[in-house]
C-alpha cells in the first residue's frame, strides 16, 4: 500500500460532460479497480463543463481526469504538468478512434452540410473535439464558417451531445454537430426513434480521449497506474 503521506489519502477524478447519461460516462469499474490497487480513495467528479474539467487539472484540484480529445489537446499545448497514460477501447471496437457526425431529422429534406445555410446549428462545448473542433473545419472546408453567423438562421450551443439530439428530435434545430460514439448509444438505446434521425456527413476520424494524471502525482502511483 502506498504511504499516506504528501496528500496522497485521496485522489480526485474528473470527467468531461460528453453525456447526459451517468451510466453512458461510466468510470466507476475504473476508479473501483485503482482504487484496490493503489489503496487509497478517488473521488469521481463529473462536472458541468469541459472547461471546468480543464480547469480542475490546471488548478490541481484533480490529479486524474477524462477530459476528451480537444479539451487535452489544448493542456497539452499549453505545456501544463499532464500525462496520458490510457485510451479506452469500447467493447467489440479495434481502436478508439471515433467521428464528428451531423445529423438531421429524418424527415428533413437537407442531404449535405454544403445546404445549411440558412439553417439553425447545433454545437457544444467549445473544448468539444466532435461537438465543435471538428465541425468547425468541416464547416469551413464547405464555406460556412460559423465566424459568419449571417450564413446561419441561428447556431445554438449546448452541454453535450445527448442535449443536441433531443433538440433535433424536437424540431428546435435543423441540424446538430455530435460525437458518433454517443450517437450510435443512443441509437441503441432507443430503437423506437431510429427511424428519426439520419446522418448527413462524417468527418475524418479523431483520435480517442486520453485518460490522463498530473505529471507531479507521486511516482508510486503512477508506476502502480
Do not use: C
Not at 460528453?18 to 469499474?29: H, P, Y
Not at 445555410?117 to 454545437?123: C, P, R, V
Amino acid at each position: 500500500m502506498v504511504e499516506k503521506n504528501k496528500n496522497l489519502n485521496e485522489l480526485t477524478f474528473v470527467i468531461a460532460p460528453a453525456s447526459d447519461e451517468i451510466e453512458n460516462l461510466n468510470f466507476t469499474k475504473l476508479v473501483e479497480h485503482l482504487k484496490e490497487k493503489l489503496g487509497i480513495s478517488i473521488n469521481l467528479k463529473y462536472s458541468n463543463s469541459y472547461k471546468e474539467a480543464l480547469l480542475s487539472i490546471k488548478d490541481g484540484s484533480a490529479k486524474l481526469g477524462w477530459l476528451g480529445s480537444y479539451a487535452y489537446m489544448k493542456l497539452e499545448q499549453q505545456n501544463l504538468d499532464i500525462e496520458p497514460f490510457a485510451v479506452g477501447i469500447l467493447k467489440g471496437r479495434k481502436t478508439p478512434n471515433y467521428h464528428s457526425l451531423f445529423i438531421v431529422n429524418s424527415k428533413s429534406k437537407i442531404k449535405k452540410i454544403e445546404e445549411l445555410q440558412g439553417k439553425t446549428l447545433i454545437l457544444s462545448d467549445k473544448f468539444s473535439a466532435s461537438g465543435y473542433e471538428v465541425p468547425k473545419h468541416e464547416l469551413e472546408s464547405a464555406g460556412l464558417p460559423i465566424a459568419n453567423k449571417k450564413l446561419y438562421k441561428k447556431i445554438l450551443y449546448v452541454k453535450n451531445h445527448d442535449e443536441a439530439i433531443k433538440k433535433v428530435l424536437d424540431g428546435l434545430a435543423d441540424v446538430a454537430a455530435i460525437s458518433s460514439i454517443n450517437f450510435e448509444k443512443w441509437f441503441a438505446n432507443n430503437q423506437k426513434n431510429n427511424k428519426s434521425l439520419k446522418i448527413i456527413h462524417k468527418s475524418p476520424a479523431i483520435s480517442g480521449p486520453p485518460l490522463v494524471f498530473a505529471k507531479d502525482l507521486d511516482i508510486t502511483l503512477k508506476n502502480k497506474i
